[in-house]
């Protein structure tokens, strides 16, 4: 019998990057168990890496090109699957212009190395305007707040957990996400450990999640109006003279106007919109502002809503204000060894960044980073005329499940005249495509993660090697993106990738050359690139970043730094240390301030304060959506495995006993939830958890479309809370999706 071999590697499932210790004989994993050598994790784990198993053997899971004949799949080979891309996308491309394909980025593109590296080549090769991602119905608002506030999009202050007396958490239930936007293993022992310190725990939540119940403190307050509530915050700070931004004060800049600003939103003026009252609001200010060390976190409940910008740079405001932003304990930032713009460039001063450069067709929706907002994508396909979507790439996504108004979008998708998915699964969205690409199995990929180590609350880096050999006639996933590159380039489907990929490491090399203040300004790129050799794809990439990041080696300018060699020396990872102070050195803004008062965010306190206008209904079988997050599920993509999805049910409708009982809702049976834009039904879980006038779905489940190939997913379909959210909803500063707050009517639906 072969002998087992332990490996390690960082689980590429969610954001906690939790160190593994995979042990597997031959082709086969034996046991997954957290790695307590991790330099991040120290050994745990949530049940989804247990899971990685199963995703890697899953029968379902696509291991060879497909293509639809009808309404059915045939097995093909590679270069016929090319060979089917390049004719189709060709054609549309050749009779409609570029305009005419648009391309959909999943969320598991940002816990991919091959996607971090060369998706960006793919779309900047197509050149068409109509790019989307998830980001639009995730994390967008936190950006563009970021942004405005520090002048890079991924310059967002995490909590420093580990050193806090205070944290307050609002939107969010880390204990169910693993964190978001928050790169931190094992919340619930972080959490315990604060607490067992001295330190306070509050959570601002419409419901009582399984965060807030190990909390000190809990506040429900109504979906959507966390803005109001830091507005209210805000204000008493300025009031009672709390303002104490301690080592930041000297870079501020709109101080003032931010004090104008904010006067008329008093405790007692928002109060009746969030439903906290306005001593409630005011003690909250008080412990923030007289605590030793505070941070206050927000996250997808915050940004999915309708004042989602507003909400997140007030978050961002109130650690500033109160001397907790860029200290030990309060909100920091991450200096990560690879990928972070603001390690490159003029320490403390950049070109900011800039909105509406572009819109969409259709509405006239602006384009934020680069990217339209996904709201949007069903009616470019539907709307005829010039630059009318005809073609769709998508890479990791399953936008029917997990975008708004999901029934338009199904409908908009079979009505295309092309579509290619790199994808793992025949799924809702996959399942209208013409080819299936599929990628590896995540245990026979590399693995790096560029993004969040941006956002960890300590400063480390870990890559882990693949632990199986993929099959002999399967590419890699970035050999895949290559090559649909070369495609919609009119290289055609056996275009040169060394040759392409040559390309992109030689821009990448001549930019960090010609970057001033780079570890290697005026270096010859070729002897760069030479030393690089003989890596190739995302290694060669990674290598070269962190070599010429902020702890690397800088091809001999410093012999101890790190390197990729370096690194895979260090099968637990590299800890460079917890997180310091970086402000004046991280900003990018032009004005090399922190901008407390951004324009565009001051135009949009206009809209806020006309909601405080507003009623709250009291129609009968009125209620207001909200979301949740469950620790077994990742968004729509990992029902099929029964090991996840095995046990009570888990896709219910949360609703207070008191709107239980007078809705005619009964435990256990059916509810109809039905909005502007469509209906589900779904079973009833009668609690007090969550408060009155609300109701919570959660999100990523709907497996019930005729054409998905998915056993697993299929016996535990649930329903679909998107098919409810309006398309027509955004929020205007970043065309983020609002999947909070959703207004719907509720009522028994026996023998559903």
């Not at 005011?282 to 809503?305: F, K, M, N, P």
């Not at 450069?357 to 384009?367: H, I, L, Y």
């Not at 005619?664 to 469509?678: D, F, K, N, P």
Request: aromatic share 4%; hydrophobic share 40%; glycine share 10%.
């Amino acid at each position: 019998m072969t002998t087992a071999k332990t490996s390690y590697r960082t689980c590429p499932l969610c954001e906690a990057t939790c160190g593994l210790a995979i042990t597997t004989r031959d082709r086969e994993v034996v046991e997954i168990r957290g790695d307590e050598d991790d330099v991040l994790s120290h050994g745990f784990i949530c049940p989804k890496a247990y899971a990685l198993k199963d995703l890697d053997t899953d029968p379902d899971r696509v291991r060879t090109p497909l293509l639809r004949e009808g309404e059915t799949w045939k097995a093909v080979s590679w270069d016929e699957a090319f060979a089917a891309i390049d004719a189709g996308l060709g054609k549309v491309i050749a009779e409609h212009g570029r305009s005419a394909v648009a391309a959909y980025a999943g969320n598991p593109t940002a816990h991919n190395l091959s996607s971090m590296t060369y998706l960006q080549a793919l779309l900047r090769g197509l050149g068409s305007p109509n790019t989307f991602s998830a980001s639009t119905v995730d994390q967008m608002p936190k950006h563009v707040s970021a942004g405005l506030m520090f002048g890079s999009m991924m310059t967002i202050p995490v909590p420093d957990i580990d050193r806090t007396d205070c944290l307050v958490i609002m939107g969010a239930d880390p204990l169910e996400s693993n964190g978001s936007l928050l790169t931190a293993p094992d919340m619930k022992g972080r959490i315990r450990r604060l607490r067992d310190r001295g330190g306070r725990v509050i959570v601002i939540d419409p419901r009582r999640s399984r965060t807030a119940s190990v909390a000190d403190e809990h506040h429900f307050i109504r979906p959507g109006t966390d803005a109001h509530l830091l507005l209210g915050i805000v204000q008493t700070l300025f009031a009672e003279s709390l303002i104490a931004p301690a080592a930041v004060a000297d870079h501020l800049a709109g101080l003032d106007t931010l004090e104008e600003t904010v006067r008329p939103f008093s405790p007692e003026r928002v109060a009746p919109a969030c439903g906290i009252a306005p001593e409630a609001i005011r003690h909250l200010a008080r412990q923030l502002a007289g605590a030793t060390r505070a941070a206050v976190y927000a996250r997808i409940g915050t940004c999915t809503q309708e004042f989602g910008t507003l909400a997140s740079w007030l978050v961002d405001v109130v650690n500033t204000l109160t001397g907790n932003l860029d200290r030990e304990g309060g909100a920091m930032f991450t200096k990560a060894a690879a990928g972070a713009g603001n390690t490159k460039g003029a320490p403390g001063k950049g070109r900011g960044i800039r909105l509406g450069q572009r819109s969409s067709r259709v509405r006239g929706a602006d384009a934020v980073f680069g990217e339209l907002p996904v709201a949007c994508m069903a009616e470019e396909m539907e709307t005829p005329g010039e630059g009318q979507v005809r073609a769709l790439i998508t890479v990791a996504g399953n936008p029917v499940v997990s975008t708004p108004n999901a029934g338009r979008l199904r409908n908009a998708l079979a009505g295309l005249d092309f579509m290619v998915s790199v994808d793992i699964y025949v799924n809702e969205t996959t399942r209208h495509a013409n080819v299936i690409l599929p990628a590896p199995s995540h245990l026979e990929r590399s693995h790096y993660d560029l993004a969040l180590y941006q956002l960890a609350i300590r400063n480390v880096a870990h890559y882990s090697a693949p632990i199986f050999p993929r099959p002999a006639d399967s590419p890699d996933e970035w050999e895949i993106l290559l090559r649909l590159t070369g495609v919609v380039t009119g290289q055609g489907p056996n275009a040169d990738l060394a040759a392409l990929d040559d390309f992109i490491v030689g821009q990448l090399v001549q930019r960090e050359v010609a970057g001033a203040g780079s570890i290697v300004e005026g270096r010859d790129p070729n002897e760069l690139i030479a030393a690089l050799a003989p890596r190739r794809g995302p290694e060669r990439l990674l290598d070269f970043m962190l070599r010429t990041g902020p702890y690397g080696e800088g091809f001999g300018a410093h012999p101890d730094g790190v390197s990729l060699d370096k690194l895979e020396a260090h099968p637990h990872g590299i800890d460079f240390g917890a997180l310091a102070p970086r402000i004046p050195e991280v900003l990018r803004t032009p004005s090399g301030k922190i901008e407390l008062a951004p324009d565009p965010l001051l135009q949009d306190v206009a809209r806020l304060e006309e909601s405080l206008a507003r009623e709250v209904s009291d129609e009968t079988g009125a209620m207001t959506l909200i979301g949740r997050r469950q620790l077994r599920s990742n968004n729509s993509w990992m029902h099929n495995l029964e090991v996840l999805v095995k046990g009570k049910v888990r896709c219910t409708l949360l609703v207070h006993p008191d709107d239980a009982s007078s809705l005619g809702l009964v435990e256990g049976q059916w509810a109809r939830v039905a909005s502007r834009v469509g209906q589900v039904v779904v079973p009833v879980e009668i609690t007090d958890a969550i408060m009155r006038g609300v109701v919570s779905i959660p999100h990523g489940w709907g497996h019930d479309d005729a054409g998905v190939q998915l056993q697993v997913a299929t016996a535990h379909a649930g329903a679909n809370s998107n098919v409810l959210t309006d398309e027509q909803a955004i929020d205007p500063l970043s065309g983020n999706a609002i999947l909070n707050g959703i207004p719907v009517r509720v009522e028994a639906a026996p023998g559903a």
